[in-house]
C-alpha cells in the first residue's frame, strides 16, 4: 500500500493520483482516464465513485441560498419520451428539482414527485422567507405566497410567454441544458449512480469561474477519500 495523503488504501502513488484528479477534472470520461494514466479501468471507476461521493457532500454543504432572486423549476433525465407522455408525466424518467439564484449558485434534487408538498419543502429549507421567487404556472407552486414567499411571480408557458421583464427562469432552464448535454457523454450511467452525476455537474457548475482541480486537491489534503 502508498502512504497517500489524498486516498486511502490504495496502491497507486500520490503523484500518479494528482495525475487522475487533473483528468478528471478536465471531465474525462473514465476509459479516457484509464488510458492516459495507464490504470485499469476498475480501479479508476473506483477513484472516481470515491470522488464523486466526496463531491456531493461538499455541494450538500453549499447548499443554502442567500435572499435574492431565486428560479425554480423540474427537468427529467433519462430514457426517451414514452409516446403519448409529456410534461411531468413522461415515463421512465428521473424527476429532478432545481433552483437558481440570479447570478450565483444553483441546487439540484431528485423527487420522488412534482406535488407541492415535495417542492415546496425544498425551497423553504434553503431559501429564506424574503427572497423573490420566480416560476412557472405549475400548480405545485401555488402555494409559495402562504409558506411565506410573498413575492413570488409566474412565467406562463402554456401561453408561449418565456420572459415578461424579470418574471423568467431562464437560469435554471438554461442550465438543464448545459446538465442534460454533459451527462449525455456519459454514457451508461446507471439510476443507482445518477445523483452522483447530477451533483457532479451542479457543483462543477457552480465553481465553472475556479480551479476545481486546487479546490479538490486542498479538500483530499485535509481529509482524504
Same mark, same amino acid.
Given at each position: &500500500?502508498?502512504? /497517500? ?17 487533473? %483528468? ?23 477513484? %472516481?465513485?470515491?470522488?464523486?461521493? @466526496? ?23 433519462? *430514457? ?5 407522455? @409529456? ?6 424518467? &428521473? ?16 423527487? /420522488?414527485?412534482?406535488? *407541492?408538498?415535495? %417542492? ?5 429549507? %434553503? +431559501? !429564506? $422567507? $424574503? ?47 448545459? +446538465? ?5 457523454? &456519459?454514457?451508461?450511467?446507471? @439510476?443507482? /449512480? ?29 481529509? !482524504?477519500?
Amino acid at each position: &500500500m502508498q502512504n /497517500n495523503k489524498y486516498i486511502k488504501h490504495t496502491h497507486i502513488s500520490e503523484g500518479k493520483f494528482r495525475e487522475i484528479l487533473r %483528468l478528471f477534472c478536465a471531465d474525462l470520461t473514465s476509459t479516457q482516464i484509464a488510458k492516459i494514466s495507464k490504470i485499469s479501468r476498475n480501479t479508476i471507476n473506483r477513484v %472516481l465513485q470515491l470522488l464523486r461521493k @466526496r463531491i456531493v457532500e461538499l455541494a450538500e454543504a453549499e447548499s443554502c441560498f442567500e435572499a435574492g432572486e431565486i428560479e425554480v423549476d423540474e427537468s427529467y433525465f433519462g *430514457a426517451k419520451r414514452v409516446r403519448g407522455k @409529456r410534461g411531468r408525466g413522461a415515463g421512465g424518467k &428521473m424527476k429532478v428539482f432545481g433552483m437558481k439564484k440570479r447570478g450565483d449558485k444553483v441546487y439540484t434534487q431528485i423527487v /420522488n414527485n412534482c406535488s *407541492a408538498s415535495e %417542492l415546496v419543502r425544498i425551497i423553504k429549507r %434553503l +431559501a !429564506p $422567507d $424574503d427572497s423573490t421567487i420566480y416560476s412557472d404556472e405549475w400548480k405545485a407552486y401555488d402555494g409559495l405566497v402562504n409558506a411565506g414567499y410573498k413575492k413570488h411571480y409566474r412565467v406562463t408557458h402554456c401561453e408561449d410567454v418565456f420572459a415578461n421583464g424579470r418574471t423568467r427562469v431562464n437560469g435554471i432552464e438554461n442550465f438543464w441544458g448545459v +446538465a442534460k448535454n454533459r451527462l449525455a457523454k &456519459m454514457r451508461g450511467i446507471t @439510476r443507482k /449512480n445518477f445523483n452522483l452525476h447530477l451533483k457532479e455537474t451542479e457543483w462543477r457548475f457552480n465553481h465553472r469561474t475556479e480551479n476545481i482541480y486546487k479546490l479538490l486537491l486542498t479538500n483530499l489534503r485535509h481529509c !482524504p477519500i
